[in-house]
């Protein structure tokens, strides 16, 4: 019982030391870098309706198929909205769950407490895992390793036991990791792995245990293959692509062994040809791999470790050029488990046969480049800290990076600093000329510039290029809706909507329009599809509310206009439009309140001032209805003389 304690002491210890290192992620924003998808553009996760939770398990986001991994930021969202905080913490809270299954894993694998806290230390520290949980899209990654390491453990009491219980526990857990992401599909081969690590040499059993678990990955694996396949191009020769294979293969344990510098977008090395310093060391590291193979084939764990990493990595090797990144840090956050078991095995081994002088020696060795490894995790979070430090960093290192230009970009056009901004998109659009992302962005700053020409010019283009991307059509259509050709916003805002049924901005402005040109039932119904998308968006309730209003459905419009003021405590129009809903029900002073709400948050607002004249008049107040009324006037709102007329001087 006692040395139970001291175990979990230990562990305890890790955990604790490990957060002190990472808890600054906590204080880290959202990033535009799919965030926006996974979150911002994704209404599943807005409400925890059953509607909602059937389509998570229904669609994809960003062509991947992570359902739990989305029901987790719905859950928090029901929570704190959008306070990144709480997604960050989660974030770092489920990379400690992991840090300590890998120590229970460890154990259970007869490994000896130092060697598991060992491994556990380099697995909670080490620079490589920063991006899967300093990101909070990167949710997936820590998700799917806590259901891949509990089916793991599971699967090692089954074989301990042979109890049949544990065998179904691996089989959910499976599928539940494979559901947070799809890279679990390898988890048949490390089972098969763990049986030859345990001594099961009946391996017709063990081929047949494994069928289960393809009963789930063989359709999901087709689903994401199937919208993915537009990622790859041919474009390299049989030599290239067995260049572009050793250099993934070793980039991992090159980046693992050797923790120098990490980038969150690695360039590819160009040209590709074995006198490229990069495939020379690439090959060399290959070389060199299969020469510590095959001397230390009996090494167990050394070849445990690397047959690990192969297994739970071989899907994201690379053999061609293809479109999208081609290596990332995340990409190693659980197959480096088998190295990180390895190392402590190997170290604790170490400091056995040691001398205490040399083993007291080795432990300060240790503690430094543990030391080190803290420092760098350290430095890796800040970078994630908000948009521009982390775009910054990535053009720092890798100054060729066209994404990493259009998304500050997009920062910068946030912040409304439009000659930076115009700056990024022009050198995206040198970059990657055959994208129409920077030149969609460099449309929305000339847009919000009023240089609507050139908006029109640069959105004209993106459509053509893209007629099936539906952010080029609905920015085109905003370009039409602040430029008042309506029918062509229509048109516009109805392609965007074609291609993409959810878009909860276009369903708003076309509901907008629609309400303008009193096309109440359609507007109506856009509202309503907006508000079922985007439950958050106040200018959806407050212009359904106007629809109410107009219809005289008072109680419904009291509602909208409550909860557009809810979700935007400084929303003018919302407090007008309440103002004149309660004077018509005679509620004059609160109407009186609601007006002055909205000249306190827009101070030019002749429409609050000319009703606000009619509440002080229905109030007995007639010269501060006079001032309010000459207010209106001066502001350019129409003010019928007689009525100016009668308020004079305080006279009916």
Same mark, same amino acid.
């Given at each position: 019982?006692?040395?139970?304690?001291?175990?979990?002491?230990?562990? $305890?210890?890790?955990?604790?030391?490990?957060?002190?290192?990472?808890?600054?992620?906590?204080?880290?924003?959202?990033?535009?870098?799919?965030?926006?998808?996974?979150?911002?553009?994704?209404?599943?996760?807005?409400?925890?309706?059953?509607?909602? %939770?059937?389509?998570?398990?229904?669609?994809?986001?960003?062509?991947?198929?992570?359902?739990?991994?989305?029901?987790?930021?719905?859950?928090?969202?029901?929570?704190?909205?959008?306070?990144?905080?709480?997604?960050?913490?989660?974030?770092?809270?489920?990379?400690?769950?992991? =840090?300590?299954?890998?120590?229970?894993?460890?154990?259970?694998?007869?490994?000896?407490?130092?060697?598991?806290?060992?491994?556990?230390?380099? !697995?909670?520290?080490?620079?490589?895992?920063?991006?899967? /949980?300093?990101?909070?899209?990167? +949710?997936?990654?820590?998700?799917?390793?806590?259901?891949?390491?509990?089916?793991?453990?599971?699967?090692?009491?089954?074989?301990?036991?042979?109890?049949?219980?544990?065998?179904?526990?691996?089989?959910?857990?499976?599928?539940?990791?494979?559901?947070?992401? *799809?890279?679990?599909?390898?988890? *048949?081969? #490390?089972?098969?792995?763990?049986?030859?690590?345990?001594? +099961? /040499?009946?391996?017709?059993?063990?081929?047949?245990?494994?069928? *289960?678990?393809?009963?789930? %990955?063989?359709?999901?694996?087709?689903?994401?293959?199937?919208?993915?396949?537009?990622?790859?191009?041919?474009?390299?020769?049989?030599?290239?692509?067995?260049?572009?294979?050793?250099?993934?293969?070793?980039?991992?344990?090159?980046? !693992?062994?050797?923790?120098?510098?990490? #980038?969150? %977008?690695?360039?590819?090395?160009?040209?590709?040809?074995?006198?490229?310093?990069?495939?020379?060391?690439?090959?060399?590291?290959?070389?060199?791999?299969?020469?510590?193979?095959?001397?230390?084939?009996?090494?167990?764990?050394?070849?445990?470790? !690397?047959?690990?990493?192969?297994?739970?990595?071989?899907?994201? &090797?690379? /053999?061609?050029?293809?479109?999208?990144?081609?290596?990332?840090?995340?990409?190693?956050?659980?197959?480096?488990?088998?190295?990180?078991?390895?190392?402590?095995?190997?170290?604790?081994?170490?400091?056995?046969?040691?001398?205490?002088?040399? +083993?007291?020696?080795?432990? %300060?060795?240790?503690?430094?480049?543990?030391?080190?490894?803290?420092?760098?995790?350290?430095?890796?979070?800040? =970078?994630?800290?908000?948009?521009?430090?982390?775009?910054?960093?990535?053009?720092?290192?890798?100054?060729?990076?066209?994404?990493?230009?259009?998304?500050?970009?997009?920062?910068?056009?946030?912040?409304?600093?439009?000659?930076?901004?115009?700056?990024?998109?022009?050198?995206?659009?040198?970059?990657?000329?055959?994208?129409?992302?920077?030149?969609?962005?460099?449309? #929305?700053?000339?847009?919000?510039?009023?240089?609507?020409?050139?908006?029109? $010019?640069?959105?004209?283009?993106?459509?053509?290029?893209?007629?099936?991307?539906?952010?080029?059509?609905?920015?085109?259509?905003?370009?039409?809706?602040?430029?008042?050709?309506?029918?062509?916003?229509?048109?516009?805002?109805?392609?965007?909507?074609? &291609?993409?049924?959810?878009?909860?901005?276009?369903?708003?402005?076309?509901?907008?329009?629609?309400?303008?040109?009193?096309? @109440?039932?359609?507007?109506?119904?856009?509202?309503?599809?907006? #508000? +079922?998308?985007?439950?958050?968006?106040?200018?959806? /309730?407050?212009?359904?509310?106007?629809? @109410?209003?107009?219809?005289?459905?008072?109680?419904?419009?009291?509602?909208?206009?409550?909860?557009?003021?809810?979700?935007?405590?400084?929303?003018?129009?919302?407090?007008?439009?309440?103002?004149?809903?309660?004077?018509?029900?005679?509620?004059?002073?609160?109407?009186?309140?609601?007006?002055?709400?909205?000249?306190?948050?827009?101070?030019?607002? $002749?429409?609050?001032?000319?009703?606000?004249?009619?509440?002080?008049?229905?109030?007995?107040?007639?010269?501060?209805?006079?001032?309010?009324?000459?207010?209106?006037?001066?502001?350019?709102?129409? =003010?019928?003389?007689?009525?100016?007329?009668?308020?004079?001087?305080?006279?009916?």
């Amino acid at each position: 019982m006692h040395l139970k304690i001291l175990k979990y002491k230990w562990v $305890a210890l890790v955990l604790f030391l490990s957060f002190l290192v990472l808890y600054p992620t906590i204080f880290n924003d959202f990033l535009n870098w799919d965030d926006t998808k996974h979150l911002f553009g994704n209404h599943t996760v807005r409400q925890l309706s059953v509607r909602n %939770i059937a389509e998570m398990f229904l669609s994809t986001v960003n062509t991947t198929y992570i359902p739990v991994t989305i029901f987790s930021y719905a859950l928090e969202y029901k929570l704190a909205q959008y306070n990144p905080v709480i997604y960050h913490l989660d974030n770092l809270v489920l990379h400690l769950i992991v =840090v300590l299954l890998v120590y229970q894993l460890s154990i259970k694998m007869s490994l000896s407490q130092r060697a598991a806290g060992i491994a556990c230390v380099i !697995f909670a520290i080490h620079p490589m895992h920063v991006e899967s /949980y300093a990101w909070v899209t990167a +949710r997936k990654d820590v998700l799917y390793s806590i259901f891949y390491l509990l089916a793991m453990l599971s699967y090692v009491q089954y074989l301990n036991t042979s109890a049949r219980k544990y065998f179904i526990v691996t089989v959910i857990m499976g599928f539940l990791s494979m559901l947070s992401k *799809p890279m679990a599909l390898t988890l *048949p081969l #490390i089972l098969l792995l763990i049986d030859w690590f345990q001594g +099961r /040499y009946d391996i017709r059993k063990a081929l047949v245990e494994k069928i *289960p678990f393809f009963v789930y %990955i063989i359709p999901l694996v087709l689903i994401t293959y199937s919208l993915n396949t537009h990622m790859f191009t041919i474009e390299t020769s049989l030599w290239q692509s067995f260049l572009i294979f050793v250099w993934t293969l070793t980039f991992y344990l090159i980046k !693992f062994f050797v923790p120098l510098e990490y #980038i969150p %977008i690695y360039p590819m090395p160009e040209p590709i040809s074995i006198f490229n310093i990069s495939y020379t060391i690439s090959m060399a590291v290959f070389v060199l791999t299969a020469i510590l193979l095959f001397v230390y084939r009996k090494n167990k764990w050394w070849i445990f470790g !690397f047959v690990f990493y192969l297994s739970s990595i071989f899907c994201l &090797l690379r /053999y061609g050029k293809i479109n999208e990144i081609m290596v990332a840090d995340r990409y190693m956050y659980l197959p480096s488990l088998g190295f990180c078991l390895f190392l402590g095995v190997a170290i604790d081994q170490l400091l056995v046969k040691c001398s205490t002088v040399k +083993r007291n020696i080795l432990s %300060i060795i240790l503690i430094c480049l543990c030391a080190s490894l803290a420092y760098q995790s350290r430095m890796l979070i800040h =970078v994630w800290h908000d948009n521009l430090t982390f775009w910054n960093y990535i053009i720092l290192k890798s100054p060729n990076e066209a994404i990493a230009y259009t998304n500050r970009c997009s920062e910068y056009a946030q912040q409304k600093q439009y000659e930076q901004a115009l700056a990024d998109c022009q050198k995206a659009i040198e970059l990657a000329p055959d994208k129409v992302e920077g030149m969609i962005n460099r449309g #929305i700053i000339y847009l919000n510039t009023k240089r609507y020409q050139e908006a029109l $010019a640069d959105f004209n283009e993106a459509v053509l290029r893209e007629p099936e991307f539906e952010n080029a059509r609905y920015n085109r259509g905003n370009l039409y809706y602040y430029t008042k050709k309506y029918d062509l916003a229509l048109k516009d805002y109805a392609q965007a909507l074609r &291609l993409n049924p959810n878009y909860s901005a276009a369903y708003l402005n076309r509901g907008i329009i629609y309400l303008n040109q009193k096309k @109440y039932k359609q507007a109506y119904s856009d509202l309503n599809n907006a #508000i +079922r998308l985007d439950p958050n968006e106040p200018k959806a /309730y407050y212009s359904r509310g106007v629809i @109410y209003l107009n219809h005289k459905k008072m109680n419904e419009a009291l509602k909208d206009f409550n909860q557009a003021i809810k979700l935007d405590p400084q929303f003018a129009k919302a407090y007008q439009n309440r103002g004149v809903l309660r004077y018509r029900q005679g509620q004059y002073q609160q109407a009186l309140n609601d007006m002055t709400k909205a000249l306190e948050y827009k101070p030019d607002f $002749a429409f609050a001032y000319l009703n606000r004249s009619f509440i002080q008049r229905a109030l007995g107040n007639n010269e501060q209805a006079f001032i309010d009324a000459s207010t209106a006037k001066s502001l350019g709102q129409k =003010v019928d003389k007689a009525y100016l007329d009668s308020l004079k001087g305080g006279i009916l």
